[in-house]
């Protein structure tokens, strides 16, 4: 398909569903999708859901939350988009940082670097993720990361 086929487009309360079925999808956590104090998206190519990402906002700084694109659609670049998507929105919101949990991956190619958890726990203790963790007493992913926004 061409590249005009593909749309990132803002996620409204009505896209829950493709929401939550995209990241369950793709093995992400699906619990407080579009909470109140949060933005996400959703990538279509040829009009159909094949991506998704949010960031949970905090006081400067937000939390990436899920950036999921569905196993057929992976391997052209959509996934690249969707973040730099989401951190051009967190520049443009004022953010002085954008932070995120992983199960794995190397981050870096994004501009994120590993931090130790306290300072992400710390910097968006508001974030319905990190709420989510707390109540639960579990561990976020096994890698914290930070991209400094300027």
Known sequence: MTDSSVQIRLA??????TVTRVFHDSGLDTDATLADGTTYWVLERGGQPVGAIGLEH???ASLLRGAAVMPE???SGLGRRLVMSAVEYAQG???RAIYMFSKG???GTFGFQ????AVVMGDVPDAPQIQAYRAQ???PGETTWMRALS
């Open 12 to 17: 409204s309360s009505a896209d829950r569903d």
């Open 93 to 95: 919101r004022g953010d």
């Open 114 to 117: 590993q931090v130790p958890l």
């Open 105 to 107: 991956g190397d981050w």
């Open 58 to 60: 905090g006081q400067g």
């Open 137 to 139: 007493g579990s561990r």
């Open 73 to 75: 659609a992976r391997g």
